[in-house]
């Protein structure tokens, strides 16, 4: 595609409810992120696949949170039990190897 | 651990003006480092980075960064602010154990206004 696209590009849940987030990265980009961005900050790294492989979940804040890349090009994010202090903007960034990261418009989440 | 501080949530210019946003790093190895624009409704751009070689660094419309270890800053500028530019900028530093890729470590923002 011409660009990184998430969806849905804005997502209002209840509290409690599960939230899936889905990102569609340039074809052929192998390495895929995920940040979140908090009101009035940057974005902080969430998780980092190369291929279909999560390489790094570091960044994720607990176990309600995953994230899966089944078949090494569509990712999705998957907050469980969905509490208030998980409303941010969840930004989606596709790079070539090691190259510059190309970001996604984000997904603006919000837990009432 | 590094950091990455960005001085001024906000910074206004008048059109024609300089534009001076600031940012200063911490970082125990040499760092690569990272300038990002974020318009409105839109995903985050790359404006320019700095990896290794001339500290003085030229991106895109019309911006450029100066590399200082001694001060261990990446101040962005650029020599004339148009109206356009008016955006959120990040600054970023690569983390050191980012294990071969780019985990990003970001600024908490500043917000660009141009006015006539």
């Known amino acids: 595609g011409a660009g990184v696209s998430q969806s849905p590009r804005y997502k209002v849940t209840k509290r409690g409810q599960d939230v899936a987030l889905r990102c569609d990265p340039i074809?052929?980009?192998?390495?895929l992120y995920w940040y979140r961005q908090a009101l009035g900050q940057g974005p902080e790294f969430l998780t980092y696949?190369?291929?279909?492989?999560?390489?790094?979940k570091s960044g994720l804040p607990n176990d309600r949170f995953s994230a899966e890349r089944p078949e090494g090009s569509i990712s999705t994010l998957t907050i469980q039990r969905t509490e208030q202090r998980d409303s941010a903007m969840y930004r989606c960034?596709?790079?070539?190897?090691?190259?510059?990261?190309?970001f996604g418009p984000g997904t603006r989440l919000t837990v009432l | 651990a590094q950091s990455v501080t960005q001085l001024g949530s906000h910074v206004s210019v008048s059109e024609g003006a300089l534009v001076p946003l600031r940012c200063n790093y911490s970082s125990s190895v040499p760092p690569y480092l990272f300038w990002y624009v974020q318009y409105p409704n839109q995903g985050l751009q790359l404006l320019l980075k700095y990896t290794t070689g001339a500290t003085l660094v030229k991106g895109i419309n019309g911006f450029e960064a100066e590399f200082k270890k001694s001060e261990t800053s990446f101040h962005l500028t650029k020599p004339s602010a148009h109206m356009s530019d008016a955006a959120e900028y990040f600054c970023?530093?690569?983390?050191?154990?980012?294990?071969?890729?780019?985990?990003?470590?970001f600024g908490a923002g500043t917000r660009l206004a141009v006015h006539p």
């Open positions: 970023a530093v690569r983390s050191v154990f980012s294990g071969g890729y780019n985990k990003l470590i």
């Open positions: 696949f190369n291929y279909e492989a999560q390489q790094d």
């Open positions: 960034a596709s790079s070539l190897y090691r190259d510059e990261q190309f």
């Open positions: 074809s052929g980009h192998v390495s």
